[in-house]
């Protein structure tokens, strides 16, 4: 019996496909490649491990084409959290839009799609909370403006709040980055636990959270008592 002769026109179709990506085509696959190999081994063996030689191996991009897309290996990083904060943010805003719930549903939602959307790649998640901390001035500068970017979506969803009366009046900014931050260090915590809880636990603890720092965040602290205030001598006993 003899073989089937090899099917060069559709072999031919896909060599010419390929030919025919434009650079700017080839240079956006490149690009995508690198970042995939930067969440696998920044999330498998850290940012400060991995070499810009391994990048490439595992991406199959050769170097010159690695430096004609990134300055260097923290440009690449950059690129990967900006990628990675502007899903995150994308999805808690298109939780806290949800028409027509109570505050403690668009919350719980708000919540699930925060957990949800890093934790379903726990990889996405290290990369954002634990391998870019610390890796410099610029870095950590980028840090802090996603975190001031996605607290003032939060800090808006209140301020309409306030304005449908689901909420007292008050200044709501430091609240949400304090939501925030507490949910990046949460966060930081189950990702290097030995035996962290389940996600849905901390999805309820991170509610919890939430709904006490929002509610009593608007609450005027309580006066303490006048007798309180005083410093009386303890009472001498008889003999």
């Not at 004609?68 to 904060?85: D, H, Q």
């Not at 909370?129 to 996603?146: D, F, I, P, Y």
């Not at 309409?160 to 966060?187: F, K, W």
């Not at 006048?226 to 008889?238: F, G, S, V, W, Y």
């Amino acid at each position: 019996m003899t073989e089937p002769a090899p099917d060069l026109f559709n072999q031919t179709r896909s060599q010419r496909a390929y030919r025919g990506l434009s650079p700017e085509q080839r240079s956006l696959e490149r690009k995508q490649r690198l970042l995939a190999a930067a969440l696998e081994l920044f999330a498998g063996q850290g940012y400060a491990n991995t070499t810009i030689e391994q990048l490439c191996a595992t991406s199959k991009v050769t170097a010159r084409h690695f430096y004609a897309l990134f300055a260097n290996r923290e440009a690449l990083l950059t690129e990967l959290y900006n990628t990675i904060v502007d899903d995150l943010r994308d999805a808690v805003a298109e939780a806290i839009s949800a028409p027509e719930l109570a505050l403690s549903a668009k919350l719980e939602l708000a919540v699930q799609a925060l957990i949800t959307q890093y934790l379903r790649d726990a990889r996405r998640a290290r990369i954002g909370v634990l391998e870019s901390v610390g890796v410099s001035t610029a870095m950590e500068q980028r840090r802090r403006a996603a975190i001031h970017d996605i607290a003032r979506v939060i800090e808006s969803f209140l301020d309409a709040l306030v304005m449908q009366g689901e909420l007292p009046t008050h200044d709501y900014h430091l609240v949400s980055i304090a939501i925030v931050g507490g949910i990046n260090e949460l966060l930081a915590d189950w990702l290097t636990r030995a035996v962290p809880p389940g996600i849905e636990h901390l999805g309820q603890e991170v509610t919890r959270i939430l709904n006490a720092l929002i509610r009593g965040s608007a609450e005027r602290p309580s006066q303490a008592p006048e007798n309180l205030n005083r410093t009386t001598a303890p009472e001498r006993r008889k003999p």
